[in-house]
């Protein structure tokens, strides 16, 4: 059974650094590309960032870029985001997620870690 | 960036009726539009991928239809579990970008 448990939510101040990452199993890890999909408070889905398997492609937000990076490690099947310069507005429940093979559809989500960027 | 547009954004209905939302897009997406589920406190789920397809695990009362930039996800006989938030996304080019959602509500 497929299994994406995500942690290091948190509050910090704009500014501020933090780094997710997700812990997946019940699958194997090398055969799908994996996603971060964040939702603010009451608020609908925004694609954050998508990365392959072999980390040969990655794509941010626009919202995002520059300020975040993702990153996966096959050898733990975990993945990663690390986030800096944070904004009041990144405030979300981050989803970790697994796409279908071939294209950004996903088919299974995490519970979701909410970050909380306040001062 | 392709824009998605969800409606009705509220849907009112009773168990038992059948519910048809609608999702537009800006340009064309072929078929590369998918259909979530999401209830309150909860991770969304993927009910419908390439248009028309069922995931694994969804009852058949789900059913997805379009091509283009229109599309429909009907669920034939409301049951008591399917009142919730339902989304579009597109995986045409990125980003993938998300409708607003419709609320499926009871009446």
């Known amino acids: 059974q497929v299994h994406l448990v995500e942690s290091g939510g948190g509050l910090v101040k704009p500014g501020g650094s933090l780094r997710l990452s997700c812990a997946a199993s019940?699958?194997?890890?090398?055969?799908?590309?994996m996603s971060w999909i964040r939702q603010a408070p009451g608020k609908g889905l925004e694609y954050v960032s998508y990365?392959?398997?072999?980390?040969?492609?990655?794509y941010y937000a626009d919202s995002v870029k520059g300020r975040f990076t993702v990153s996966r490690d096959n050898a733990k099947s975990s993945l990663y985001l690390q986030m800096n310069s944070l904004r009041a507005e990144d405030t979300a429940v981050y989803y970790c997620?697994?796409?279908?093979?071939?294209?950004?559809?996903?088919?299974?989500w995490g519970q979701g870690t909410l970050v909380t960027v306040s001062s | 960036e392709i824009v998605l547009t969800q409606s009705p954004a509220t849907l009112s209905l009773s168990p038992g009726e059948s519910a048809t939302l609608s999702c537009r897009a800006s340009?064309?997406?072929?078929?590369?539009l998918a259909w979530y589920q999401q209830k309150p406190g909860q991770a969304p789920r993927l009910l419908i991928y390439?248009?028309?397809n069922r995931a694994t695990g969804i009852p058949p009362r789900f059913s997805g239809s379009g091509s283009g930039t229109d599309f429909t996800l009907t669920i034939s006989s409301l049951e008591p579990e399917d009142f919730a938030v339902y989304y579009c996304?597109?995986?045409?080019?990125?980003?993938?970008?998300f409708g607003p959602g419709t609320k499926v509500d009871i009446k």
């Open positions: 997620a697994r796409n279908i093979v071939g294209g950004t559809t996903i088919d299974y």
């Open positions: 019940g699958f194997t890890f090398t055969d799908y590309y």
């Open positions: 990365i392959s398997s072999t980390i040969s492609t990655i």
């Open positions: 340009q064309s997406v072929s078929s590369y």
């Open positions: 390439d248009a028309s």
């Open positions: 996304q597109h995986r045409n080019n990125w980003p993938p970008t």
